[in-house]
Nanobody
Framework: QVQAVESGGGLVQPGGSLSLSCAVSGIIVDISVMVWYRQGPGKQRELVAMIIENGNRIIYADSVKGRFTIFRDNAKNTMTLQMNNLKPEDTAVYYC?????????WGQGAQVTVSS
């Protein structure tokens, strides 16, 4: 069974950096789409970044462009969200999602808190 496990959440001061990782386990033929979402307190879930078209295209939300980077490591079956210059409004639970032939799996969520 394909699974996604997140790690790397925590508390960071404004302007700091944090990296989230989504490790994928199971037998996988392909991963067509990899996505990071987030949901802040009292807010709806929003798309942060995603990799589509078999890794050939990356899309970012306007709110994180220039600060966040999404990338994948095919050999390790992981995807990473590198977050730089963090702001208090980035505080949220972050979720990864992987989609391919025959599966659609979500990570368990990772809390990111940006506060001084």
């Amino acid at each position: 069974q394909v699974q996604a496990v997140e790690s790397g959440g925590g508390l960071v001061q404004p302007g700091g950096s944090l990296s989230l990782s989504c490790a994928v386990s199971g037998i996988i033929v392909d991963i067509s789409v990899m996505v990071w979402y987030r949901q802040g307190p009292g807010k709806q879930r929003e798309l942060v970044a995603m990799i589509i078209e078999n890794g050939n295209r990356i899309i970012y939300a306007d709110s994180v462009k220039g600060r966040f980077t999404i990338f994948r490591d095919n050999a390790k079956n992981t995807m990473t969200l590198q977050m730089n210059n963090l702001k208090p409004e980035d505080t949220a639970v972050y979720y990864c999602r992987i989609m391919g032939n025959g599966y659609d799996q979500w990570g368990q969520g990772a809390q990111v808190t940006v506060s001084s």
